[in-house]
C-alpha cells in the first residue's frame, strides 16, 4: 500500500508518540525483550484491535495497525491463527443476535431502533477455545469500546471481566513463561480477579499507529511513560452518591467529590490511583523549592534517572485548601510537568507554576469565586497517592477573586460532603510562604472583538427570513442529512456547514468536520461536473443495520440511495489520533499541541474550517460511554490538553477548534432530554473550570453547547450560560454552536421537550445546528411573538448572525 508523503510523515509521528500515551500498571522486569519471538496472541483485542470509540469520534482511516499485525511487522511469529480465527466468527455470530435482540427491544418499547443501537456495544461473549499456541512469551488483549449514543454497564463483558476472560488469562499466566496482559480499552475496566498478573499494559486506543507503537513497547524500541488521568477502581468503590444515566433527571448530588477527590477525602483504596504509572526504568525527586510572587507560585525539582532505562517522568503537584466557610477535598491537582528523555544517571530540573487565584471555590451565598484564609498545603509527588508535602502557602486574609453571576439554575439540593473527611497532620519541617490579600492583582476580561463595519453592513441588508437562514446550518430543504456525520456539501462527509444562500453576497460557506481523534470525513469521493459526490452511504458504520422506514424518512435525504454518478475518483486519508483519554494520560502538552498541529495540517488539505472538537467532559463516571473522547476526572488536565490541542489547530490561519460539549454532558443516556442537576458550585469548580482554562489560555473559535438540559433548561438556551459566562466573565471571542439536534432522534415521548431554534438564537447560541425546514419555519414563527416558547427579534438574529459572518470572514478566505 503506497502512502502519500504526508500520511507517512503523520503515520511516523504517532507511531514515535503512542508510547508516551501508554501506561504501565504492573511490571516485573520481564519486559522489554531482546528480540522478536514466538509469540501466544489471544484475546478479544489482539485481531479486533480498537483504535478508537464509536459514533462522532471515530476516524475513517485508509488503514491502521492491529496488534497482531504489528508483532508480525516486529518480526514475532504468531503460533494462535487457529484461535483467532474462532474467536473472529464466534465474535460475528454474537454480534447478529445482540442487533436482532436490540430491534425487538425497540419494537416493544415503540422507537426507533436506531435509537437504542447507536452507540450500542455488545458485551464481550463466553465461549471455549482452546489455549494451545507455541512459544515462551504470550500476549492476551483485553479489548473494550464504547462510543457516543450508550453509556456503559458495571457487568461482565463490559466495565467487568468475563469468566472466560478471568479464566484464560490466570491460565496464560500459569502455561507461558512470559505474558503481557494488553489493554486495549477506552475506559475502566475492573481488573481486580487478575491483578496477580506481574505485567499490565494500558495500551489505551492509540489511533492508527497502536499495532507497531506496542510491538515498539514489547522491543524496547520505545518505552510506556504515562499516567493515569482518572482512577481505575472496582466499580462498588466508586461514588455512590449521586445517580447516573437517569432517562429523565440525574442528580450530581457529590457535588465536588468526582474522581480522586471523592477517593482522597473518604479514604478509599484504588486499584490504581489518579496519577499512576510506571516505566521501565525509576525515577527519585530531589529536594524542591517553593517560591511566591504575588499569588504566583513557583516549585521547582530536580528529577533523576535512577535506573538503567531512558525514561521521562511525570511530577506532580497537588494543593490541599483549607476548609472554612466551604468543605474542600483532601487535595486538588494544582500543577504537572513531564521530563523530556533522561539516560540512565540523566537529571533534569522541572519548574511547576500555578497562580494561587486557579485554587479558589464558588461560595454560593455571595456568588463569589474566593480564597479562604488558611493554610495551603502544597504536595509533589508522581502520582495523586505518591507525594509529599513540600511546603506551606500561608494566606493571611480572605480574597474574592471575583464576583460572578448566580448562573445555571437550582438544583433541588444541598451537595453531600463527607461526615468525617480524611485530614492530615499539619507538615513539619517545610518552608511556610506568606501570602497577603492585596497581593492578588484582578486580571480584565479580554474585551470583545468589534464587529467589522463590512460585517455589519452585511448582516442589516439582510431580510429576517435571510437571517434566519444564516442562524441555521446548510441544511437542504428536503431534511436533515446528518446525526453524526455526512450533512457537507462543500467536504464529502463533513459534519456539516453554515448556509451556501448568500455567496454572490460576499457570505462564503465555512466547512465543520467532526472528531476529536482526528478529522471524520469520507476516505473517497467522486467529482463531476456538477461537484463532489460520496461513493459509499452517508451514514456512519453500523447505522445501516438498524434503519427503519419510520427514522429513514426523519433523515431525509441522509438514507436515500444517491443516483449513480461517474466522476473522477478522489481521496480524504485523514489520521486517527490517541483517544482523548490517551493524549491525557501522556501529561504532555507539547505532544498534545504536535497532535493539534497534524489536525490543522490535515484541515488545510481537504477544506476544513472548524473542527468539531476537542472534546473535554469530565469523567464524572467511569461508565459513560463517550469517556474514551473525554480527557479526565480533573478539570485542570482538560483545560491544558485543549488549550495546546487548539493552539497547535490554530497555528494554521483559517482552522479553528469547536471546544464541546459545553457543559455536563457526561452521559449517553437520553442525551437530548436528560435534565442534569448539579449545584452551581460544583457546576463552576468542577464541569465549566476546564472549559475556562481553555477559553482563556487559547480563544478556541467556536464552542459547542451540549443535548442536555441544566437545571431545566437545555445548555443551548441558557443565556446565563453563554453570554454570562462564557463571553462576560471569561471573554469568549468565538463563535457558539448547538450539538446536532436532529428531530428523527429528539422526537420521542419523554418528559423535559427537545432544544428549539428559537431558543437558541434567544440565549445568543449563534448557530442552531445542523439546521432543518422545521428550524427555519420556528424561527420565523417566533420573531415578535409574545405567546411564543422562545420569543425573539430582529435584534436577536442581527447580533447571532454578525458573529456568524465575522467568524466565517476570518476563517474562510
Given amino acids: 500500500m503506497e502512502l502519500y508523503e504526508y500520511e507517512r510523515e503523520h503515520r511516523d509521528l504517532l507511531r514515535r508518540l503512542a508510547p508516551e500515551c501508554m501506561v504501565l500498571l504492573k511490571s516485573d522486569g520481564t519486559f522489554p525483550l531482546e528480540a522478536p519471538c514466538k509469540v501466544a496472541l489471544y484475546g478479544s483485542g489482539a485481531r479486533e484491535t480498537i483504535k478508537g470509540g464509536t459514533g462522532s469520534g471515530d476516524v475513517n482511516v485508509r488503514h491502521y495497525t492491529t496488534v497482531e499485525e504489528g508483532l508480525e511487522n516486529a518480526g514475532f511469529t504468531v503460533t494462535t491463527k487457529p484461535w483467532l480465527e474462532s474467536y473472529s466468527a464466534l465474535r460475528q455470530q454474537a454480534h447478529v443476535g445482540f442487533v436482532a435482540g436490540i430491534k425487538a427491544k425497540a419494537k416493544e418499547l415503540g422507537v426507533p431502533a436506531l435509537l437504542l443501537g447507536m452507540g450500542a456495544v455488545m458485551p464481550e461473549p463466553e465461549y ?19 462510543g457516543e449514543g450508550s453509556d456503559r454497564h458495571p457487568a461482565p463483558g463490559d466495565f467487568q471481566l468475563t469468566q472466560t476472560e478471568i479464566r484464560d488469562i490466570l491460565a496464560c499466566r500459569e502455561k507461558y513463561g512470559k505474558l503481557l496482559l494488553v489493554l486495549n480499552v477506552g475506559g475502566v475496566v475492573d481488573l481486580s480477579p487478575v491483578l496477580q ?3 499490565i499494559l494500558l495500551l489505551s486506543q492509540t489511533g492508527m ?3 507497531d507503537a506496542l510491538a515498539d513497547v514489547v522491543l524496547g524500541k520505545a518505552y510506556p511513560s504515562g499516567k493515569l488521568a482518572s482512577t481505575w477502581a472496582k466499580w462498588e468503590d466508586y461514588c455512590q452518591v449521586g445517580d447516573f444515566a437517569q432517562p429523565d433527571d440525574t442528580h450530581y448530588t457529590e457535588g465536588v467529590y468526582v474522581g480522586y477527590r471523592y477517593f482522597d477525602s473518604v479514604g478509599k483504596e484504588p486499584l490504581f490511583p489518579f496519577g499512576y504509572g510506571l516505566g521501565y526504568t525509576t525515577f527519585s525527586l530531589g529536594q524542591p523549592q517553593a517560591v511566591v510572587e504575588g499569588t504566583q507560585v513557583t516549585v521547582r525539582v530536580p528529577v533523576k534517572n535512577t535506573g538503567a532505562a531512558p525514561g521521562k517522568e511525570v511530577v506532580q503537584l497537588y494543593a490541599s485548601v483549607p476548609s472554612g466557610k466551604l468543605d474542600q477535598p483532601y487535595q486538588a491537582l494544582a500543577a504537572f510537568a513531564k521530563t523530556g528523555e533522561l539516560a540512565p544517571g ?29 493554610d495551603y498545603v502544597l504536595r509533589l509527588g508522581t502520582s495523586s497517592r505518591d507525594t509529599q508535602p513540600c511546603a506551606v502557602v500561608r494566606l493571611e486574609g480572605e480574597i474574592q477573586v471575583a464576583q460572578l453571576s448566580r448562573m445555571g439554575g437550582e438544583p433541588g439540593f444541598v451537595d453531600w460532603k463527607p461526615e468525617t473527611p480524611v485530614t492530615a497532620p499539619a507538615p513539619q519541617d517545610v518552608p511556610v510562604l506568606s501570602v497577603e490579600p492585596d497581593a492578588y492583582q484582578p486580571q480584565p476580561v479580554p474585551a470583545l472583538p468589534e464587529i467589522p463595519q463590512d460585517v455589519k453592513a452585511l448582516a442589516e441588508s ?35 456547514e453554515t448556509t451556501n444562500r448568500y455567496q454572490d453576497k460576499g457570505l462564503p460557506v465555512l466547512v465543520m468536520a467532526d472528531g476529536p481523534a482526528g478529522l471524520r470525513l469520507n476516505k473517497d469521493y467522486g467529482k463531476d461536473e456538477n461537484g463532489v459526490y460520496a461513493l459509499e452511504g452517508s451514514l456512519p458504520p453500523g447505522f445501516a443495520e438498524f434503519m427503519d422506514e419510520e427514522t429513514a424518512a426523519g433523515l431525509g435525504s441522509m438514507a436515500k440511495k444517491e443516483p449513480e454518478r461517474h466522476g473522477e475518483i478522489l481521496h480524504q486519508y485523514c489520521s486517527a489520533l490517541p483517544i482523548g483519554t490517551a493524549l491525557a494520560q501522556s501529561w ?16 488545510e488539505r481537504f477544506g476544513v474550517h472548524l473542527w468539531l472538537a476537542p472534546a473535554l467532559n469530565i469523567h464524572r463516571s467511569p461508565l459513560c460511554g463517550r469517556n474514551f473522547e473525554y480527557y479526565s476526572e480533573d478539570p485542570l488536565i482538560p483545560g491544558k490538553v485543549t488549550a495546546a490541542i487548539t493552539q497547535g489547530v490554530q497555528s494554521h490561519p483559517g482552522r479553528g477548534t469547536t ?28 464541569y465549566l473550570k476546564g472549559f475556562e482554562i481553555a477559553v482563556k489560555e487559547s480563544q478556541p473559535h467556536a464552542l459547542m453547547t451540549s443535548y442536555n438540559l441544566l437545571n431545566g433548561e437545555h445548555t443551548s438556551q441558557r443565556r446565563d450560560l453563554i453570554m454570562d459566562c462564557l463571553r462576560d466573565e471569561w471573554g469568549f471571542q468565538g463563535l457558539v454552536m448547538t450539538d446536532w439536534v436532529v428531530s428523527a432522534l429528539a422526537g420521542i415521548q419523554a418528559k423535559y421537550p427537545a432544544a428549539r431554534a428559537s431558543g437558541s438564537i434567544k440565549a445568543g447560541n449563534d448557530i442552531h445546528m445542523p439546521g432543518s425546514p422545521q428550524d427555519y419555519q420556528d424561527l420565523l414563527a417566533a420573531l415578535d411573538n409574545p405567546s411564543a416558547a422562545y420569543p425573539i427579534t430582529r435584534q436577536d438574529l442581527l447580533e447571532c448572525a454578525q458573529r456568524i459572518i465575522y467568524m466565517v470572514k476570518k476563517l474562510v478566505k
Fill in 588 to 603: 504532555n502538552l507539547e505532544l498534545c499541541r504536535a497532535c493539534g498541529d497534524l489536525v490543522g495540517d490535515e484541515m
Fill in 209 to 211: 499507529a497502536l499495532g
Fill in 659 to 686: 471546544i464541546k460539549h459545553f457543559c455536563c454532558n457526561n452521559q449517553e443516556t437520553n442525551r437530548m432530554l436528560s435534565n442534569t442537576h448539579v449545584s452551581q458550585r460544583a457546576l463552576r469548580d468542577i
Fill in 462 to 496: 439582510l431580510s429576517n427570513e435571510e437571517l434566519a437562514y444564516v442562524c441555521l446550518g446548510g441544511f437542504q430543504d428536503e431534511g436533515s442529512k446528518s446525526v453524526i456525520g455526512s450533512a457537507g456539501r462543500q467536504v464529502v462527509g463533513a459534519a456539516g
Fill in 197 to 199: 498478573v506481574e505485567n
Fill in 346 to 374: 540523566g537529571e533534569e530540573e522541572l519548574t511547576l507554576t500555578f497562580a494561587l487565584e486557579s485554587l479558589a471555590s464558588f461560595a454560593e451565598e455571595s456568588a463569589c469565586s474566593i480564597l479562604e484564609a488558611g
Fill in 128 to 146: 471455549d477455545l482452546p489455549l494451545d499456541g507455541e512459544g515462551e512469551l504470550c500476549v492476551y488483549v483485553l479489548g473494550r469500546i464504547s
